[in-house]
Protein backbone atom coordinates (compact mmCIF):
# COMPACT_ATOMS: atom_id res chain seq x y z
CA UNK A 1 0.00 0.00 0.00
CA UNK A 2 2.71 2.10 0.95
CA UNK A 3 4.37 1.38 -2.66
CA UNK A 4 1.14 2.64 -4.39
CA UNK A 5 1.61 6.25 -2.44
CA UNK A 6 4.94 6.63 -3.45
CA UNK A 7 3.49 6.52 -7.05
CA UNK A 8 2.64 9.65 -9.17
CA UNK A 9 -0.88 10.53 -8.51
CA UNK A 10 -3.48 11.62 -11.11
CA UNK A 11 -6.67 13.59 -10.09
CA UNK A 12 -8.30 14.25 -13.42
CA UNK A 13 -6.27 16.05 -15.56
CA UNK A 14 -3.85 17.22 -13.12
CA UNK A 15 -0.22 15.48 -12.14
CA UNK A 16 1.10 15.89 -9.12
CA UNK A 17 4.47 14.76 -8.55
CA UNK A 18 7.18 14.09 -6.10
CA UNK A 19 9.94 15.89 -5.17
CA UNK A 20 12.61 13.36 -6.68
CA UNK A 21 10.89 13.10 -9.73
CA UNK A 22 10.10 16.35 -10.26
CA UNK A 23 14.23 17.06 -9.78
CA UNK A 24 15.19 14.48 -12.18
CA UNK A 25 12.69 15.36 -14.58
CA UNK A 26 14.32 18.69 -14.71
CA UNK A 27 17.66 17.44 -14.72
CA UNK A 28 16.94 14.85 -17.80
CA UNK A 29 15.12 18.18 -19.23
CA UNK A 30 18.43 20.45 -18.53
CA UNK A 31 21.05 17.57 -19.64
CA UNK A 32 18.85 17.13 -22.97
CA UNK A 33 18.50 20.93 -23.59
CA UNK A 34 21.99 22.01 -23.23
CA UNK A 35 24.29 19.28 -23.16
CA UNK A 36 27.88 20.74 -23.52
CA UNK A 37 27.48 24.93 -23.00
CA UNK A 38 30.10 27.39 -22.59
CA UNK A 39 29.51 30.43 -20.27
CA UNK A 40 31.23 34.03 -19.39
CA UNK A 41 31.58 35.26 -15.98
CA UNK A 42 33.53 36.07 -13.14
CA UNK A 43 35.02 33.95 -9.99
CA UNK A 44 33.62 33.68 -6.96
CA UNK A 45 34.65 32.03 -3.19
CA UNK A 46 37.02 29.46 -5.21
CA UNK A 47 37.65 26.47 -2.62
CA UNK A 48 39.70 22.86 -3.66
CA UNK A 49 38.75 20.22 -1.55
CA UNK A 50 40.99 17.11 0.40
CA UNK A 51 39.42 15.28 -2.50
CA UNK A 52 40.36 17.59 -5.47
CA UNK A 53 37.28 18.13 -6.64
CA UNK A 54 36.47 22.67 -6.44
CA UNK A 55 33.95 24.45 -6.36
CA UNK A 56 32.95 28.21 -6.70
CA UNK A 57 30.09 30.50 -8.10
CA UNK A 58 30.40 32.23 -11.51
CA UNK A 59 28.69 35.61 -11.33
CA UNK A 60 28.02 38.14 -14.16
CA UNK A 61 30.27 41.31 -14.04
CA UNK A 62 27.39 43.51 -12.35
CA UNK A 63 26.61 40.90 -10.04
CA UNK A 64 22.85 40.09 -10.73
CA UNK A 65 23.32 36.63 -11.34
CA UNK A 66 25.09 34.00 -10.16
CA UNK A 67 25.53 30.35 -11.05
CA UNK A 68 26.72 27.36 -8.88
CA UNK A 69 29.95 25.63 -10.56
CA UNK A 70 31.82 22.07 -9.45
CA UNK A 71 35.06 20.95 -11.19
CA UNK A 72 35.88 17.38 -10.53
CA UNK A 73 39.70 15.73 -9.73
CA UNK A 74 39.70 14.66 -13.36
CA UNK A 75 38.86 18.39 -14.99
CA UNK A 76 40.52 20.46 -11.88
CA UNK A 77 44.09 18.64 -12.80
CA UNK A 78 44.53 20.56 -16.30
CA UNK A 79 44.45 23.44 -14.69
CA UNK A 80 47.65 25.32 -14.78
CA UNK A 81 47.07 27.47 -11.92
CA UNK A 82 43.70 28.12 -9.79
CA UNK A 83 41.94 31.20 -11.08
CA UNK A 84 41.84 34.02 -8.26
CA UNK A 85 38.77 35.93 -6.98
CA UNK A 86 37.44 38.01 -9.29
CA UNK A 87 39.09 36.29 -12.29
CA UNK A 88 36.97 36.85 -16.03
CA UNK A 89 36.86 32.91 -17.12
CA UNK A 90 35.33 31.25 -20.19
CA UNK A 91 33.75 28.04 -18.87
CA UNK A 92 32.88 24.69 -21.00
CA UNK A 93 30.19 21.87 -19.61
CA UNK A 94 26.61 21.18 -18.75
CA UNK A 95 24.04 21.97 -16.87
CA UNK A 96 22.64 19.87 -13.55
CA UNK A 97 20.60 19.62 -10.72
CA UNK A 98 22.17 18.46 -7.27
CA UNK A 99 19.33 16.24 -6.55
CA UNK A 100 19.88 16.78 -2.58
CA UNK A 101 19.40 20.29 -2.53
CA UNK A 102 17.47 20.58 -5.75
CA UNK A 103 19.87 23.00 -6.58
CA UNK A 104 21.21 24.12 -10.18
CA UNK A 105 24.49 23.64 -11.01
CA UNK A 106 26.86 23.51 -13.90
CA UNK A 107 29.35 20.73 -14.38
CA UNK A 108 32.82 22.49 -15.07
CA UNK A 109 35.51 20.07 -18.17
CA UNK A 110 37.26 23.30 -18.82
CA UNK A 111 38.22 26.68 -17.52
CA UNK A 112 40.50 29.50 -19.66
CA UNK A 113 40.67 32.76 -18.10
CA UNK A 114 38.55 34.73 -20.48
CA UNK A 115 40.81 37.17 -22.96
CA UNK A 116 43.92 34.75 -22.04
CA UNK A 117 43.46 31.38 -23.90
CA UNK A 118 45.81 32.41 -26.76
CA UNK A 119 47.83 33.46 -24.40
CA UNK A 120 48.08 30.25 -22.80
CA UNK A 121 47.78 27.77 -25.92
CA UNK A 122 51.46 29.80 -26.53
CA UNK A 123 52.35 29.11 -22.99
CA UNK A 124 51.94 25.42 -23.89
CA UNK A 125 53.44 25.80 -26.86
CA UNK A 126 56.89 27.27 -25.28
CA UNK A 127 56.85 24.72 -22.07
CA UNK A 128 56.50 21.71 -24.89
CA UNK A 129 59.32 23.47 -26.98
CA UNK A 130 61.52 24.48 -24.54
CA UNK A 131 61.43 21.09 -22.33
CA UNK A 132 62.22 19.14 -25.78
CA UNK A 133 65.09 20.93 -25.30
CA UNK A 134 65.91 19.31 -22.55
CA UNK A 135 66.06 23.28 -20.81
CA UNK A 136 63.87 21.57 -17.90
CA UNK A 137 65.54 18.35 -17.41
CA UNK A 138 66.03 16.88 -13.53
CA UNK A 139 69.54 16.03 -14.13
CA UNK A 140 70.27 19.68 -14.74
CA UNK A 141 69.29 21.09 -11.66
CA UNK A 142 72.16 22.44 -8.95
CA UNK A 143 72.02 21.98 -5.64
CA UNK A 144 72.19 25.38 -3.47
CA UNK A 145 75.19 26.84 -2.04
CA UNK A 146 74.67 25.70 2.30
CA UNK A 147 76.36 28.72 2.59
CA UNK A 148 76.71 31.65 0.30
CA UNK A 149 78.77 35.02 0.90
CA UNK A 150 76.87 36.97 -1.54
CA UNK A 151 73.13 36.67 -3.38
CA UNK A 152 72.45 38.47 -6.50
CA UNK A 153 68.91 39.38 -7.51
CA UNK A 154 67.38 39.95 -10.73
CA UNK A 155 64.42 42.68 -10.56
CA UNK A 156 62.77 46.23 -10.94
CA UNK A 157 64.95 48.86 -8.92
CA UNK A 158 61.05 50.03 -8.24
CA UNK A 159 59.44 46.83 -7.20
CA UNK A 160 58.34 46.17 -3.59
CA UNK A 161 59.75 42.93 -4.74
CA UNK A 162 63.15 44.11 -3.75
CA UNK A 163 62.32 45.61 -0.46
CA UNK A 164 60.90 42.51 0.87
CA UNK A 165 64.10 40.76 -0.35
CA UNK A 166 66.16 42.77 1.36
CA UNK A 167 64.08 43.02 4.06
CA UNK A 168 64.01 39.21 4.42
CA UNK A 169 67.81 38.53 4.25
CA UNK A 170 68.67 41.59 6.69
CA UNK A 171 66.48 39.78 8.74
CA UNK A 172 67.30 36.15 8.20
CA UNK A 173 70.92 36.32 7.31
CA UNK A 174 72.41 39.78 7.87
CA UNK A 175 76.02 37.80 7.53
CA UNK A 176 74.83 37.63 3.39
CA UNK A 177 75.44 40.61 1.04
CA UNK A 178 72.73 41.81 -1.84
CA UNK A 179 74.00 42.29 -4.98
CA UNK A 180 71.28 43.94 -7.13
CA UNK A 181 70.99 43.19 -11.30
CA UNK A 182 68.27 45.60 -12.13
CA UNK A 183 65.94 44.90 -15.11
CA UNK A 184 62.23 45.89 -15.55
CA UNK A 185 60.06 42.93 -15.10
CA UNK A 186 56.77 43.92 -17.32
CA UNK A 187 56.61 44.95 -21.01
CA UNK A 188 58.06 44.97 -24.38
CA UNK A 189 61.48 44.81 -23.19
CA UNK A 190 61.65 43.65 -20.55
CA UNK A 191 62.37 39.75 -21.54
CA UNK A 192 65.30 41.20 -23.49
CA UNK A 193 66.76 43.00 -20.45
CA UNK A 194 65.67 40.29 -17.98
CA UNK A 195 68.22 38.01 -19.95
CA UNK A 196 70.54 40.16 -20.21
CA UNK A 197 71.05 40.79 -16.61
CA UNK A 198 70.94 37.22 -15.68
CA UNK A 199 73.65 36.84 -18.82
CA UNK A 200 76.26 39.15 -17.03
CA UNK A 201 75.14 37.76 -12.98
CA UNK A 202 77.03 34.37 -14.88
CA UNK A 203 79.39 36.29 -16.97
CA UNK A 204 80.89 38.16 -13.53
CA UNK A 205 80.32 35.08 -11.06
CA UNK A 206 80.22 37.21 -7.95
CA UNK A 207 77.44 35.79 -6.67
CA UNK A 208 76.64 31.93 -5.07
CA UNK A 209 73.22 32.35 -5.87
CA UNK A 210 70.30 34.34 -7.91
CA UNK A 211 67.23 35.21 -7.81
CA UNK A 212 65.21 36.15 -10.14
CA UNK A 213 61.61 38.05 -9.10
CA UNK A 214 59.22 39.76 -9.51
CA UNK A 215 55.60 40.38 -8.44
CA UNK A 216 52.26 38.47 -8.30
CA UNK A 217 49.57 39.41 -11.02
CA UNK A 218 48.01 38.39 -14.51
CA UNK A 219 49.12 35.67 -16.95
CA UNK A 220 49.90 38.95 -19.62
CA UNK A 221 51.63 41.09 -16.40
CA UNK A 222 54.19 37.98 -15.81
CA UNK A 223 54.77 37.28 -19.51
CA UNK A 224 58.28 38.28 -19.43
CA UNK A 225 59.18 35.29 -17.55
CA UNK A 226 57.59 32.53 -20.13
CA UNK A 227 59.29 34.39 -23.09
CA UNK A 228 62.61 32.04 -24.58
CA UNK A 229 65.17 34.23 -24.40
CA UNK A 230 64.55 34.31 -20.35
CA UNK A 231 64.16 30.67 -19.94
CA UNK A 232 67.26 29.72 -21.77
CA UNK A 233 69.30 32.11 -19.72
CA UNK A 234 68.19 31.20 -16.49
CA UNK A 235 69.49 27.55 -18.16
CA UNK A 236 72.40 28.58 -19.36
CA UNK A 237 73.44 30.92 -16.29
CA UNK A 238 76.93 29.44 -14.39
CA UNK A 239 75.68 29.97 -10.94
CA UNK A 240 72.77 28.19 -9.25
CA UNK A 241 68.96 30.29 -10.35
CA UNK A 242 66.34 30.51 -7.38
CA UNK A 243 62.76 31.77 -9.54
CA UNK A 244 60.25 33.63 -7.20
CA UNK A 245 57.85 34.72 -9.45
CA UNK A 246 54.40 35.90 -8.76
CA UNK A 247 52.45 34.42 -5.57
CA UNK A 248 52.41 30.72 -4.88
CA UNK A 249 49.56 29.81 -7.57
CA UNK A 250 51.14 31.48 -10.68
CA UNK A 251 53.66 29.04 -12.61
CA UNK A 252 56.08 30.42 -15.38
CA UNK A 253 58.69 29.01 -17.73
CA UNK A 254 60.97 31.02 -15.77
CA UNK A 255 60.19 28.03 -12.40
CA UNK A 256 60.72 25.05 -14.54
CA UNK A 257 64.31 26.23 -15.74
CA UNK A 258 65.00 27.44 -12.52
CA UNK A 259 67.08 25.03 -10.07
CA UNK A 260 64.47 25.77 -7.47
CA UNK A 261 61.20 27.56 -7.56
CA UNK A 262 60.21 29.40 -4.13
CA UNK A 263 56.54 30.47 -3.93
CA UNK A 264 57.01 34.05 -3.37
CA UNK A 265 60.05 36.57 -3.53
CA UNK A 266 60.11 36.28 0.08
CA UNK A 267 60.17 32.52 0.37
CA UNK A 268 62.88 32.89 -2.55
CA UNK A 269 65.25 34.80 -0.21
CA UNK A 270 64.38 32.71 2.86
CA UNK A 271 65.57 29.73 0.18
CA UNK A 272 69.06 31.52 -0.68
CA UNK A 273 70.51 31.70 2.87
CA UNK A 274 70.11 29.39 5.73
CA UNK A 275 69.57 31.69 9.04
CA UNK A 276 71.83 33.38 10.83
CA UNK A 277 70.78 31.98 13.80
CA UNK A 278 70.76 28.55 12.59
CA UNK A 279 74.71 28.83 11.61
CA UNK A 280 75.51 30.42 15.06
CA UNK A 281 73.70 27.20 16.80
CA UNK A 282 75.65 25.11 14.56
CA UNK A 283 78.66 26.94 15.33
CA UNK A 284 78.16 26.72 18.71
CA UNK A 285 77.31 23.05 18.63
CA UNK A 286 81.20 22.66 16.67
CA UNK A 287 82.74 24.66 19.01
CA UNK A 288 81.55 22.58 22.22
CA UNK A 289 82.43 19.47 20.46
CA UNK A 290 86.13 20.95 20.19
CA UNK A 291 85.77 21.91 23.57
CA UNK A 292 84.87 18.80 24.95
CA UNK A 293 86.95 16.60 22.77
CA UNK A 294 90.53 18.64 23.78
CA UNK A 295 89.32 18.45 27.57
CA UNK A 296 89.62 14.39 26.78
CA UNK A 297 92.92 14.75 25.19
CA UNK A 298 94.48 16.95 28.06
CA UNK A 299 93.10 14.59 30.72
CA UNK A 300 94.08 11.86 28.82
CA UNK A 301 97.56 13.10 28.41
CA UNK A 302 97.60 14.22 31.86
CA UNK A 303 97.09 10.99 33.01
CA UNK A 304 99.74 9.36 30.91
CA UNK A 305 102.28 12.54 32.25
CA UNK A 306 100.86 11.04 35.94
CA UNK A 307 102.08 7.54 35.29
CA UNK A 308 105.04 8.43 33.41
CA UNK A 309 106.25 10.86 36.38
CA UNK A 310 105.19 7.76 38.89
CA UNK A 311 107.95 5.31 36.75
CA UNK A 312 110.71 8.41 36.80
CA UNK A 313 110.36 8.77 40.52
CA UNK A 314 111.68 4.99 41.05
CA UNK A 315 114.58 4.99 39.11
CA UNK A 316 116.52 2.39 40.93
CA UNK A 317 114.16 -0.07 40.30
CA UNK A 318 113.94 0.77 36.63
CA UNK A 319 117.73 -0.43 36.87
CA UNK A 320 117.52 -3.23 39.00
CA UNK A 321 115.24 -4.76 36.64
CA UNK A 322 117.45 -3.54 34.00
CA UNK A 323 119.91 -5.60 35.78
CA UNK A 324 117.96 -8.90 36.30
CA UNK A 325 116.78 -8.84 33.17
CA UNK A 326 120.84 -8.65 32.22
CA UNK A 327 121.89 -11.12 34.28
CA UNK A 328 119.18 -13.43 32.94
CA UNK A 329 120.18 -12.93 29.33
CA UNK A 330 124.07 -13.65 30.72
CA UNK A 331 122.84 -17.16 31.70
CA UNK A 332 120.84 -18.00 29.04
CA UNK A 333 123.54 -16.96 26.69
CA UNK A 334 126.68 -18.66 28.89
CA UNK A 335 124.23 -22.24 28.94
CA UNK A 336 123.18 -21.50 24.96
CA UNK A 337 127.26 -21.59 24.19
CA UNK A 338 128.04 -24.27 26.35
CA UNK A 339 125.12 -26.23 24.64
CA UNK A 340 126.22 -25.25 21.12
CA UNK A 341 130.19 -26.66 22.10
CA UNK A 342 129.02 -29.63 23.47
CA UNK A 343 126.27 -30.11 19.80
CA UNK A 344 129.11 -29.62 17.84
CA UNK A 345 131.92 -31.93 19.61
CA UNK A 346 129.34 -34.88 19.44
CA UNK A 347 128.65 -33.96 15.92
CA UNK A 348 132.08 -34.19 14.71
CA UNK A 349 132.70 -37.84 16.71
CA UNK A 350 129.49 -38.73 15.09
CA UNK A 351 130.86 -37.39 11.57
CA UNK A 352 134.38 -39.25 12.53
CA UNK A 353 133.29 -42.45 13.37
CA UNK A 354 131.23 -42.36 10.16
CA UNK A 355 134.04 -41.70 8.10
CA UNK A 356 136.42 -44.47 9.59
CA UNK A 357 133.42 -46.68 8.55
CA UNK A 358 132.67 -45.26 5.71
CA UNK A 359 136.88 -45.89 4.59
CA UNK A 360 136.74 -48.90 5.96
CA UNK A 361 134.25 -50.05 3.98
CA UNK A 362 135.38 -48.19 0.78
CA UNK A 363 138.69 -50.53 1.06
CA UNK A 364 136.54 -53.79 1.77
CA UNK A 365 134.78 -53.11 -1.62
CA UNK A 366 137.95 -51.87 -3.31
CA UNK A 367 139.43 -55.37 -2.45
CA UNK A 368 136.57 -57.61 -3.47
CA UNK A 369 136.57 -55.70 -6.44
CA UNK A 370 140.33 -56.11 -7.20
CA UNK A 371 140.32 -59.87 -6.12
CA UNK A 372 137.39 -60.81 -8.91
CA UNK A 373 139.41 -58.45 -11.35
CA UNK A 374 142.12 -60.95 -10.48
CA UNK A 375 140.37 -63.91 -10.81
CA UNK A 376 138.89 -63.00 -14.26
CA UNK A 377 142.17 -62.20 -15.47
CA UNK A 378 143.39 -65.72 -14.68
CA UNK A 379 141.04 -67.00 -16.27
CA UNK A 380 141.44 -65.07 -19.54
CA UNK A 381 145.64 -66.02 -19.57
CA UNK A 382 146.40 -67.96 -22.71
CA UNK A 383 148.87 -69.80 -20.89
CA UNK A 384 146.00 -71.80 -18.93
CA UNK A 385 144.13 -72.65 -22.51
CA UNK A 386 147.07 -73.79 -23.87
CA UNK A 387 147.96 -76.13 -20.37
CA UNK A 388 144.33 -77.64 -21.19
CA UNK A 389 145.70 -79.06 -24.57
CA UNK A 390 145.52 -76.30 -26.91
CA UNK A 391 147.73 -74.65 -29.31
CA UNK A 392 148.34 -71.70 -30.91
CA UNK A 393 149.38 -71.42 -34.30
CA UNK A 394 151.18 -68.47 -36.11
CA UNK A 395 152.35 -67.78 -39.70
CA UNK A 396 156.35 -67.07 -40.67
CA UNK A 397 155.25 -63.66 -39.89
CA UNK A 398 153.94 -64.57 -36.49
CA UNK A 399 150.53 -63.46 -37.33
CA UNK A 400 148.00 -65.81 -36.03
CA UNK A 401 146.05 -68.25 -38.22
CA UNK A 402 142.52 -68.69 -37.88
CA UNK A 403 141.59 -70.49 -41.21
CA UNK A 404 143.17 -72.62 -43.62
CA UNK A 405 142.27 -70.63 -46.24
CA UNK A 406 145.27 -68.76 -44.79
CA UNK A 407 147.70 -71.61 -45.75
CA UNK A 408 148.57 -73.91 -48.80
CA UNK A 409 150.63 -76.84 -49.29
CA UNK A 410 154.40 -76.42 -48.17
CA UNK A 411 153.93 -73.19 -46.24
CA UNK A 412 155.54 -72.78 -43.05
CA UNK A 413 153.78 -72.24 -39.57
CA UNK A 414 154.54 -72.57 -35.90
CA UNK A 415 152.64 -74.21 -33.29
CA UNK A 416 152.41 -72.24 -29.71
CA UNK A 417 152.43 -74.93 -27.06
CA UNK A 418 152.03 -74.61 -22.99
CA UNK A 419 156.10 -75.90 -22.78
CA UNK A 420 156.94 -74.49 -26.23
CA UNK A 421 157.28 -74.07 -30.02
CA UNK A 422 156.84 -76.33 -32.86
CA UNK A 423 158.37 -75.16 -36.26
CA UNK A 424 156.42 -77.29 -38.92
CA UNK A 425 155.41 -77.23 -42.39
CA UNK A 426 151.88 -77.91 -44.44
CA UNK A 427 151.65 -81.10 -46.44
CA UNK A 428 148.04 -80.91 -47.33
CA UNK A 429 145.09 -78.46 -46.64
CA UNK A 430 141.41 -80.15 -46.16
CA UNK A 431 138.99 -77.34 -45.56
CA UNK A 432 136.14 -78.46 -43.01
CA UNK A 433 132.59 -79.81 -45.57
CA UNK A 434 129.99 -76.65 -44.61
CA UNK A 435 126.70 -77.66 -43.23
CA UNK A 436 124.01 -78.48 -45.52
CA UNK A 437 121.43 -75.92 -45.74
Not at 106 to 122: D, H, K, N, P, W
Request: hydrophobic fraction near 50%; glycine fraction near 8%; aromatic fraction near 4%.
Amino acid sequence: MAGLEDLTERTGARQVWEVAALVRAVADTLAQRFAVVSVRGEIGGFTRAASGHCYFTLKDAEGAASLRCAMFRRAAALMASPPQEGDAVELRGRLAVYEPRGELQFIVESLQRAGAGALYERFLRLKAELEAEGLFDAARKRPLPGYPRRVGIVTSLGAAVLRDVATALARRAPQVELLVYPSPVQGADAPAQLAAAIALASRRAEVDTLLVCRGGGSLEDLWAFNEAVVVRAIAACSVPVISGVGHETDVTLADFAADLRAPTPTAAAELAAPPRDELLADLQSLADGLWRGLHRRLDADAQRLDRAALRLARPGHALAARQARLALLAGRLRAAVARRLTECAERERRLATRWLQAGARGRERQQQRLSLAATRLEGLDPQRVLARGYARLVDAGGAPLSSVSQLSVGAEFAAMLADGRVEASVTAVQPAALPAG
